[in-house]
């Protein structure tokens, strides 16, 4: 059978309408593509008459009405498997980085159901990532859904390289990268930096142990629509498939950088569609939207999705509605605070104002649980000194309240730490802190271990024995 052939109507940016002969009408979701341009459309909306309203994976520029489509009969489909690994692809699966085409044997399309309630499984398991703040305040879950919240310019990105560096190293899984919307110079760093650190092989690609799929920003909004699909259809396809040792399923690392450029782009596309805008001009399918990406971020019975997602927060406000509704699907929140950022303490991640479901006796072990909330109780209680330190000085609290400040203070120091990634601007290497001696450096210090020690050894150290040594240095 023939493939039905329509031809474009009208075109308003990345929204393309072509109309079809009415008894073959593309269904929804369904792949365009233009005879005599190398172009991708993606159905949105059936509007009577034969007529469907598409997206356009890639620019508009150049198209003119009356062009020839033809339907595909599929949603876009993307190349899966081994073929992927040490690969940079766009929202389509085509190749980015001269290294050839992706060889791939299977092909599956970007739309597709979550597992059932059945097939899914919760997973208890600790993911240790070496970073002080997150492992003893916020501690993730492997096949857990993290979220790194944060304004311009306080370390998002960073704050990913580091995890993706110290966990992909540790962690002999599979990773996979998704740029939505981000700029390409850091998509650009972040696979030379995997090809230094050794996780993609340039000599023999089928041993790298990451694929990235781009949608920058300077693509079309319909491509950076797509893209985190693109990515999470490549994750699933290593979690449910079946390895060389006859196994079935993996355990996957899934990095999206940025989500909130996910929402950004449905956005743009949506007053396009003829939607009528809801609050502070979001879609008004913002929660659905969400809620069919982040669905299929999940754990099975035969394999995890580890999801690590930054989420760019417009503004510095919690509140807008794109932060406030991914925060609803997520395990652990690590919020990036500029006021700390401003004190020079990175990663500056906010002690209070981060939350983990994790952190519960019953999963991490009392003593865990215990030095946690302690640190949170001591940051709490400088916090509400603060004002009147502002206004009457130190000289006027109780003896009490001093050594809490002072403890505080070295709390928040030894809550930094350099990173590898960072090196190039702290010229120091990073450090990798195993849990017990971060939970053994805390308890230390809010036990009053630590107190004739000066704050400014525990500042941008490793461990508390690193602390020791350099307050030896200063005295």
């Not at 034969?50 to 520029?61: H, K, L, Q, Y």
């Not at 629509?225 to 994750?235: K, P």
């Not at 400088?382 to 403890?407: C, F, H, N, P, W």
């Amino acid at each position: 059978m023939a493939t039905p052939e329509g031809q474009i109507t009208q075109i308003i940016g990345a929204v393309i309408d072509v109309e079809f002969p009415r008894e073959s009408i593309p269904r929804i979701y369904e792949a365009l593509k233009l005879k005599d341009v190398d172009l991708t459309l993606e159905v949105q909306q059936q509007l009577g008459g034969g007529v469907v309203r598409t997206i356009a994976m890639g620019s508009s520029e150049g198209l003119k009405r009356g062009l020839a489509v033809a339907a595909t009969g599929a949603p876009i489909s993307v190349p899966v498997g081994k073929g992927t690994l040490g690969r940079i692809m766009d929202v389509l699966g085509k190749p980015q980085d001269n290294q050839g085409p992706v060889k791939a044997d299977e092909y599956l399309p970007i739309h597709r159901p979550p597992p059932s309630f059945e097939e899914q499984a919760g997973g208890q398991d600790l993911l240790v990532t070496g970073i002080k703040v997150i492992d003893l305040l916020v501690p993730f879950a492997k096949g857990g859904k993290v979220g790194l919240f944060g304004g311009a310019g306080v370390g998002k990105t960073v704050n990913m390289l580091e995890l993706i560096n110290n966990i992909a190293k540790q962690y002999s899984g599979l990773s996979v990268f998704a740029g939505v919307g981000e700029r390409t110079r850091e998509g650009n760093d972040f696979y030379h930096e995997m090809i230094e650190s050794g996780v993609i092989d340039k000599g023999n690609l089928a041993n790298s142990k990451v694929a990235m799929v781009y949608g920058q920003m300077n693509e079309p909004p319909g491509n950076r629509l797509r893209v985190g699909l693109t990515g999470l259809t490549m994750a699933e396809y290593f979690r449910d498939e079946r390895r060389e040792d006859g196994g079935k399923g993996r355990d996957v690392l899934f990095f999206v950088d940025n989500i909130y450029r996910y929402t950004l782009a449905g956005t743009e596309v949506s007053a396009l569609l003829g939607r009528m805008p809801s609050a502070v001009g979001y879609q008004p399918t913002l929660a659905e939207e969400m809620g069919v990406l982040q669905e299929r971020i999940t754990s099975t019975k035969t394999g995890s999705i580890t999801s690590i997602q930054a989420v760019y927060v417009p503004a510095d406000d919690l509140t807008d509605p794109s932060p406030a509704t991914t925060f609803a699907h997520l395990d652990a929140t690590v919020v990036l605070s500029r006021q700390i950022a401003s004190l020079g303490i990175y990663p500056a991640v906010d002690p209070l104002d981060s939350t983990s479901r994790q952190l519960d006796p019953l999963v991490v072990g009392e003593e865990h649980y215990n030095t946690a909330r302690g640190v949170q109780a001591v940051l709490q209680r400088y916090k509400e000194l603060q004002d009147i330190i502002a206004i009457l000085g130190m000289d006027e609290l109780s003896e009490e309240d001093k050594l809490t400040v002072y403890r505080a203070r070295k709390v928040q120091r030894f809550l930094s730490q350099p990173f590898n990634v960072a090196k190039v601007f702290t010229g120091q290497d990073g450090k990798i802190v195993p849990l017990k001696d971060t939970i053994r450096g805390f308890k230390g210090i809010i036990g009053g271990e630590y107190d004739a020690l000066p704050e400014q050894a525990f500042y941008m150290v490793g461990s508390i024995d690193e602390a020791l040594e350099k307050a030896k240095t200063l005295q």
